[in-house]
């Protein structure tokens, strides 16, 4: 799917791309990620792995998802993550997150069943309590994401993942 995220250096937009991993080397530990997507998307049963990389470099993964479907229809963001180069003062690119996240919601959209079509659910996963409570504060803000009751299990509803869906995806 093609997608658009904003060049920080110069304010541009760039073209991209969001696809299966196909003969990517997924990214890791040893590269400066803080998930092993490699390991992830074995282990995981019915999941998908997606990356996000860009017409000027191809070849480099800037972020990275899978989605895994539970019970056949239940669809569930397992891991995101953008690259270490696209995070902080001195990141590369923006939108990445928003991105992989409108493209988790359009997959539910499209391959979910019954009750869970179009809704998104997801754990928010942080070491640092100080950074996942913001971390769950900026999925409530930025993507419209629901906590479910007092736990780190949160999702985005179809009407508010469409809305992702346009302001992401089909904005290009």
């Known amino acids: 799917m093609e997608v658009s995220i904003l060049r920080v250096s110069d304010n ?17 530990f040893h590269d400066g990620w803080h998930f092993d997507f490699n390991k992830h998307s074995k282990r995981l049963k019915n999941a998908q792995t997606y990356v996000l990389t860009t017409e000027i470099e191809p070849k ?20 995101i993550e953008i690259a270490p180069h696209n995070r902080g003062k001195t990141r590369r690119f923006n939108l990445v997150a928003g991105c992989l996240i409108a493209f988790a919601c359009r997959l539910s959209h499209i391959h979910a069943e019954g009750f869970y079509k179009g809704y998104l659910s997801f754990k928010v996963i942080e ?11 900026h999925y409530s803000t930025k993507y419209h994401a629901q906590r479910i009751g ?23």
């Open 60 to 79: 480099v993964i800037q972020g990275c998802l899978i989605i895994q479907m539970v019970k056949n229809d239940d669809p569930y963001m397992a891991y």
């Open 127 to 137: 070491q640092n309590p100080k950074n996942h409570i913001r971390l769950m504060a």
């Open 12 to 28: 541009t937009l760039i073209s991209g791309t969001i696809e299966d991993k196909g003969s990517y080397l997924l990214p890791s």
């Open 150 to 172: 007092e736990s780190d299990n949160m999702f985005i509803e179809p009407r508010d993942g469409q809305a992702l869906i346009e302001e992401y995806l089909n904005n290009i």
